[in-house]
C-alpha cells in the first residue's frame, strides 16, 4: 500500500509538470487554432538560458532564473508569435504545424551544437530530502513541483476567468471578430497567451530539469506526453489539460511498476486510442461540434 | 504546361535518371539509389497529406514495417518480389487499421495517432529481440535475382529501383487520375463541397492514408535491399518528419513535388557536408523560410517564375465555357 501511495504521488508531481506544458498546447490552440509541435522544446530550452545565465554571465542560481523566464518569453513568446505564426498563419493550419515541426529541430540542433550534446547537471529548485508521508516516502521535491504546478494553474485561472484581461482572452479566443468589434484588442490578447505560454513552458523546464538533467533531446519525450495529456483532457480546456496532465503522470508511473518498463512508452498509445474512440472531445473537453 | 510539353520533359527526366549513375563511384550511385527509395515513401505520404489534407508522422514507421516484413522473408528463403507484395498488403491493412479511429474525429488526430504510433512501432522492433534483433537489427539480406539480371551490384540495383519508381510513379498517376483521385482532389478543395457532392469523405481520406502507407511499405522494402542492414534506430519519428519535410519543401500535392523535395532532403547534406553539424540548423531556417514566403514548395515557386516569365493574358473561365454550356 505504501508502494502505491509513494508511486501515485510521484506520479501526480511528474503529471502536474506535464499539465504545464499540456496547457500551452490548449492555450495555443485557442490563440492561432493549430498545434505547437515544438511545445516540448519550449519546455527544453529555458533550463538552457539558465545554464547560460549562470555559466556565461555569472549569475546566481535565482537571479538566473528570471534571465531565463524573461529570456524564454521573448524568444519563445514574442518573437515566435511574430517571426513565424503570424506570417505563416494565413497560408493555412497545416502548414504553421509543419512550420512549428521545422522549429523543432532547430531549437534542438541549436542546442546541440553551440552548448552541449552531453547531458547538463541542473541546479534544483527544491531540496530532494524524502518525507515519511502516510508510511510513503515522498521527496520533498515532488511535494513542492506538485504544489507550485497546481498552484500556478490556479492563478492562471482565475487571471483568465476573473480579471478583466483575463475576460478579454477568452473573448478574443472564442470569436476574434466579434471581440474586435467591442473593442478587445485582440492582437494583444493573442500576444498575452504566448507570453503565458512561454511563462508555462519555463516554469515545467525548471521544475523537470532537475529531475531529467538539461539535454538538448528532452523536447521529445515531453512533448509526446503533454500532446497526449492535452488530448485525453480536452484540448479545448485549461482543467482538462490539467486533468489529462495528472493522469498521464500516474498511469506512466502505475504502469512502468506494475505492468512493464521496456513498453511505459507505449502507454500514451493506448490510452490515446481509447479516449478517440469514446470520448474524442477529451476528459473535460465541450464537443467543438464537427466541420465536415 | 500542355501535354506534348509535359510529355517531353519526362522522357528527358527519365534519360537524366538512366544516365546519371554511368560512370560514377559506388557511393554516388547508392545517394541516387536512396533518393529514388525515398521518393516513392514521400509519393506515399503526398497522397496523405497533399490530396486529403490529413498529416502523417508514421511514414517512416511504415517503411520499418515494410522493411522487416521484407528482411525477414527473403532471410527465410522467400525471392522478393514475394515479400514485397506481402509486405504492402501488411502496411495497408495496418493504415487501415490506424486511420480508422483517428480519422473518425476531426481536425489533427491522425498526426497525433501516428505521431505515437511511430513510436510504438519503435519500441517493438527495439524490445522484441527474438523476431526483430533488438537494437542490432537484421543483416545480410540478398538482393533479388532474375535469372541472368543480378541486382547484387550497385549499378544493376540503381536500374532495379528505377524500374520500380516507375511503375510505382505509374499506379500514383492512375490512382490521382481515377475518380478516387479525383474525390481526393475535392476533399481538398473543399471538404463540404466534397461531401455535399457525395463524397464519402471518411473513406476517402482513409483509404489516401492506406495506400500512402502501403507506399511506404514498398520503399521499405527496397531499403531492406538497398541497405543490406536493417535497426529501429533509423525509422524512428525524426524520419517521418524527414519524408514530411521532403513533401512540404517539393510541393504537397503536386505529382513531382515528392521527387524534387527527396531530392533536395537526400542531395542537400552531400552539397552542405562542409557546414558539419550545422546542416539540420541550416536546413530547419530554410524550411521556415520557405514556408513564409513560398508556402507552396518549390514546384510552387517554379510556376510562379514560370507565370511571371509567360504571362499569357487569361480569359475569364466562365467566358471561355461560356460556348459549351447548352
Same mark, same amino acid.
Given at each position: 500500500?505504501?508502494?502505491?501511495?509513494?508511486?501515485?504521488?510521484?506520479?501526480?508531481?511528474t503529471g502536474s509538470i506535464y499539465a504545464l506544458a499540456a496547457i500551452g498546447f490548449a492555450l495555443v490552440w485557442q490563440a492561432a487554432h493549430t498545434v505547437n509541435f515544438a511545445q516540448g522544446e519550449f519546455v527544453m530550452v529555458p533550463a538552457f538560458f539558465?545554464?547560460?545565465?549562470?555559466?556565461?554571465?555569472?549569475?546566481?542560481?535565482?537571479?538566473?532564473?528570471?534571465?531565463g523566464?524573461?529570456?524564454s518569453?521573448?524568444v519563445l513568446g514574442?518573437?515566435f508569435k511574430?517571426?513565424i505564426v503570424?506570417?505563416?498563419?494565413?497560408?493555412?493550419g497545416i502548414?504553421l504545424i509543419i512550420a512549428t515541426m521545422a522549429l523543432a529541430i532547430l531549437l534542438k540542433e541549436t542546442v546541440k551544437?553551440?552548448y552541449?550534446a552531453?547531458a547538463?547537471?541542473f541546479?534544483?529548485?527544491?531540496?530532494?530530502?524524502?518525507?515519511?508521508?502516510?508510511?510513503?516516502?515522498?521527496?520533498?521535491?515532488?511535494?513542492?513541483n506538485?504544489?507550485?504546478s497546481?498552484?500556478?494553474?490556479?492563478?492562471?485561472?482565475?487571471?483568465?476567468?476573473?480579471?478583466?484581461?483575463?475576460?478579454?482572452?477568452?473573448?478574443?479566443?472564442?470569436?476574434?471578430?466579434?471581440?474586435?468589434?467591442?473593442?478587445?484588442?485582440?492582437?494583444?490578447?493573442?500576444?498575452?497567451t504566448f507570453?503565458i505560454n512561454a511563462a508555462l513552458a519555463a516554469l515545467a523546464s525548471f521544475l523537470i530539469t532537475?529531475v531529467y538533467l538539461a539535454k538538448f533531446s528532452n523536447g521529445e519525450t515531453i512533448g509526446l506526453i503533454a500532446f497526449i495529456a492535452a488530448i485525453v483532457g480536452g484540448f479545448?480546456?485549461i482543467?482538462g489539460a490539467l486533468v489529462g496532465g495528472l493522469l498521464v503522470g500516474?498511469l506512466d508511473?502505475?504502469?512502468?511498476?506494475?505492468?512493464?518498463?521496456?513498453?511505459r512508452a507505449a502507454l500514451p498509445l493506448v490510452l490515446l486510442?481509447?479516449i478517440i474512440?469514446?470520448?474524442?472531445?477529451g476528459?473535460?473537453?465541450?464537443?467543438?461540434?464537427?466541420?465536415? | 504546361?500542355?501535354?506534348?510539353?509535359?510529355?517531353?520533359?519526362?522522357?528527358?527526366?527519365?534519360?537524366?535518371?538512366?544516365?546519371?549513375?554511368?560512370?560514377?563511384?559506388? @557511393? &554516388?550511385?547508392?545517394? /541516387? !539509389?536512396?533518393?529514388?527509395?525515398?521518393?516513392?515513401? =514521400? *509519393?506515399? +505520404?503526398? #497522397?496523405?497529406?497533399?490530396?486529403?489534407?490529413?498529416i502523417s508522422l508514421a511514414q517512416a514507421s511504415?517503411?520499418?514495417?515494410?522493411? @522487416? &516484413?521484407?528482411?525477414? /522473408? !527473403?532471410?527465410?528463403?522467400?525471392?522478393?518480389?514475394? =515479400? *514485397?507484395? +506481402?509486405? #504492402?498488403?501488411?502496411?495497408?491493412?495496418?493504415?487501415?487499421?490506424?486511420?480508422?479511429?483517428a480519422?473518425?474525429?476531426?481536425g489533427h488526430f491522425l498526426a497525433f495517432v501516428t505521431l505515437a504510433f511511430n513510436t510504438l512501432v519503435f519500441l517493438?522492433?527495439?524490445?522484441?529481440?527474438?523476431?526483430?534483433?533488438?537494437?542490432?537489427?537484421?543483416?545480410?539480406?540478398?538482393?533479388?535475382?532474375?535469372?541472368?539480371?543480378?541486382?547484387?551490384?550497385?549499378?544493376?540495383?540503381?536500374?532495379?529501383?528505377?524500374?520500380?519508381?516507375?511503375?510505382?510513379?505509374?499506379?500514383?498517376?492512375?490512382?490521382?487520375?481515377?475518380?478516387?483521385?479525383?474525390?481526393?482532389?475535392?476533399?481538398?478543395?473543399?471538404?463540404?463541397?466534397?461531401?455535399?457532392?457525395?463524397?464519402?469523405?471518411?473513406?476517402?481520406?482513409?483509404?489516401?492514408?492506406?495506400?500512402?502507407?502501403?507506399?511506404?511499405?514498398?520503399?521499405?522494402?527496397?531499403?531492406?535491399?538497398?541497405?543490406?542492414?536493417?535497426?529501429?534506430?533509423?525509422?524512428g519519428v525524426g524520419h517521418s518528419l524527414r519524408?514530411l519535410l521532403?513533401?512540404?519543401?517539393?510541393?504537397?500535392?503536386?505529382?513531382?513535388?515528392?521527387?524534387?523535395?527527396?531530392?533536395?532532403?537526400?542531395?542537400?547534406?552531400?552539397?552542405?557536408?562542409?557546414?558539419?553539424?550545422?546542416?539540420l540548423i541550416?536546413?530547419s531556417?530554410?524550411v521556415i523560410?520557405?514556408?513564409?514566403?513560398?508556402?507552396?514548395?518549390?514546384?510552387?515557386?517554379?510556376?510562379?517564375?514560370?507565370?511571371?516569365?509567360?504571362?499569357?493574358?487569361?480569359?475569364?473561365?466562365?467566358?471561355?465555357?461560356?460556348?459549351?454550356?447548352?
Amino acid at each position: 500500500m505504501s508502494q502505491f501511495l509513494q508511486v501515485l504521488l510521484s506520479g501526480l508531481a511528474t503529471g502536474s509538470i506535464y499539465a504545464l506544458a499540456a496547457i500551452g498546447f490548449a492555450l495555443v490552440w485557442q490563440a492561432a487554432h493549430t498545434v505547437n509541435f515544438a511545445q516540448g522544446e519550449f519546455v527544453m530550452v529555458p533550463a538552457f538560458f539558465v545554464l547560460i545565465g549562470m555559466g556565461f554571465f555569472g549569475m546566481p542560481f535565482w537571479l538566473a532564473l528570471g534571465f531565463g523566464l524573461v529570456v524564454s518569453m521573448l524568444v519563445l513568446g514574442y518573437a515566435f508569435k511574430k517571426m513565424i505564426v503570424e506570417p505563416i498563419l494565413p497560408h493555412g493550419g497545416i502548414t504553421l504545424i509543419i512550420a512549428t515541426m521545422a522549429l523543432a529541430i532547430l531549437l534542438k540542433e541549436t542546442v546541440k551544437e553551440f552548448y552541449s550534446a552531453e547531458a547538463q547537471p541542473f541546479p534544483a529548485l527544491f531540496s530532494n530530502t524524502p518525507m515519511n508521508f502516510f508510511g510513503a516516502a515522498v521527496s520533498m521535491q515532488d511535494i513542492l513541483n506538485l504544489l507550485v504546478s497546481l498552484g500556478v494553474v490556479v492563478l492562471l485561472t482565475l487571471f483568465l476567468n476573473r480579471t478583466r484581461t483575463g475576460r478579454c482572452m477568452q473573448a478574443a479566443a472564442q470569436n476574434p471578430a466579434v471581440a474586435e468589434i467591442l473593442g478587445v484588442d485582440v492582437k494583444r490578447m493573442v500576444l498575452y497567451t504566448f507570453l503565458i505560454n512561454a511563462a508555462l513552458a519555463a516554469l515545467a523546464s525548471f521544475l523537470i530539469t532537475p529531475v531529467y538533467l538539461a539535454k538538448f533531446s528532452n523536447g521529445e519525450t515531453i512533448g509526446l506526453i503533454a500532446f497526449i495529456a492535452a488530448i485525453v483532457g480536452g484540448f479545448n480546456q485549461i482543467r482538462g489539460a490539467l486533468v489529462g496532465g495528472l493522469l498521464v503522470g500516474v498511469l506512466d508511473n502505475l504502469t512502468a511498476t506494475y505492468v512493464t518498463a521496456q513498453y511505459r512508452a507505449a502507454l500514451p498509445l493506448v490510452l490515446l486510442i481509447v479516449i478517440i474512440l469514446v470520448r474524442p472531445q477529451g476528459i473535460m473537453g465541450t464537443s467543438e461540434g464537427r466541420s465536415v | 504546361m500542355t501535354g506534348k510539353w509535359r510529355f517531353l520533359l519526362i522522357v528527358l527526366l527519365l534519360g537524366v535518371a538512366v544516365a546519371a549513375p554511368l560512370g560514377q563511384k559506388n @557511393y &554516388i550511385i547508392y545517394v /541516387l !539509389t536512396s533518393w529514388l527509395v525515398f521518393a516513392i515513401a =514521400a *509519393m506515399g +505520404l503526398n #497522397l496523405t497529406l497533399g490530396y486529403a489534407g490529413q498529416i502523417s508522422l508514421a511514414q517512416a514507421s511504415f517503411m520499418a514495417i515494410g522493411a @522487416y &516484413i521484407t528482411a525477414l /522473408l !527473403t532471410l527465410a528463403g522467400w525471392h522478393w518480389m514475394v =515479400a *514485397m507484395p +506481402l509486405a #504492402l498488403v501488411a502496411c495497408f491493412v495496418i493504415g487501415l487499421l490506424l486511420g480508422y479511429p483517428a480519422l473518425r474525429v476531426k481536425g489533427h488526430f491522425l498526426a497525433f495517432v501516428t505521431l505515437a504510433f511511430n513510436t510504438l512501432v519503435f519500441l517493438v522492433l527495439r524490445n522484441e529481440e527474438w523476431l526483430t534483433g533488438g537494437s542490432y537489427g537484421l543483416a545480410g539480406m540478398p538482393r533479388p535475382g532474375f535469372g541472368l539480371f543480378s541486382t547484387m551490384k550497385q549499378l544493376p540495383f540503381y536500374y532495379f529501383t528505377l524500374a520500380i519508381t516507375v511503375i510505382a510513379a505509374l499506379a500514383m498517376w492512375g490512382i490521382v487520375r481515377s475518380p478516387w483521385g479525383r474525390a481526393f482532389k475535392a476533399l481538398r478543395e473543399n471538404p463540404i463541397r466534397a461531401e455535399s457532392l457525395g463524397v464519402d469523405t471518411r473513406r476517402i481520406t482513409l483509404l489516401a492514408f492506406a495506400i500512402g502507407s502501403a507506399y511506404g511499405g514498398l520503399a521499405g522494402a527496397l531499403v531492406t535491399s538497398l541497405v543490406q542492414f536493417i535497426e529501429p534506430a533509423s525509422f524512428g519519428v525524426g524520419h517521418s518528419l524527414r519524408i514530411l519535410l521532403m513533401v512540404v519543401v517539393g510541393g504537397a500535392g503536386s505529382f513531382f513535388g515528392p521527387f524534387l523535395g527527396s531530392g533536395v532532403v537526400i542531395l542537400l547534406p552531400e552539397v552542405l557536408r562542409f557546414t558539419e553539424g550545422y546542416y539540420l540548423i541550416i536546413y530547419s531556417v530554410l524550411v521556415i523560410v520557405m514556408l513564409v514566403y513560398a508556402p507552396e514548395g518549390l514546384v510552387g515557386i517554379g510556376a510562379r517564375l514560370r507565370a511571371k516569365i509567360w504571362s499569357r493574358p487569361q480569359a475569364r473561365a466562365d467566358l471561355s465555357q461560356g460556348a459549351g454550356l447548352k
